[in-house]
Nanobody
Framework: QVQLVESGGGLVQPGGSLRLSCAAS????????MGWFRQTPGKERELVAG????????NYADSVKGRFTISRDAAKNTAYLQMNSLKPEDTAVYYC???????????WGQGTQVTVSS
């Protein structure tokens, strides 16, 4: 069983920053990749950023390139999403996800709300 627990969401003004954390119940080396998705009411869940566990290669949605950075800390079994220059359109529930190598199954966290508003 894999558990992912997100934290760090909240209310921030436009132009502000937040850092989301995703604490995993397993070593992050046991995941082929990890990532962050977001979802707003009535819309599909969309990929925000991803990172390959082995190589550390990253990919980002065009809408967040240059503003968001995904990273991970193997010692803490935690992935992060640093979000800078936040815009109202970044408002969403953000979900952490990880692909577990042993079962080839994707796991999701419970989500954390990010609201960008003045």
């Amino acid at each position: 069983q894999v558990q992912l627990v997100e934290s760090g969401g909240g209310l921030v003004q436009p132009g502000g920053s937040l850092r989301l954390s995703c604490a995993a119940s397993r070593s992050i080396s046991s995941f082929a990749n990890m990532g962050w998705f977001r979802q707003t009411p009535g819309k599909e869940r969309e990929l925000v950023a991803g990172i390959t566990s082995g190589t550390g290669n990253t990919n980002y949605a065009d809408s967040v390139k240059g503003r968001f950075t995904i990273s991970r800390d193997a010692a803490k079994n935690t992935a992060y999403l640093q979000m800078n220059s936040l815009k109202p359109e970044d408002t969403a529930v953000y979900y952490c996800t990880a692909l577990y190598r042993v079962t080839n199954r994707r796991y999701w966290g419970q989500g954390t709300q990010v609201t960008v508003s003045s």
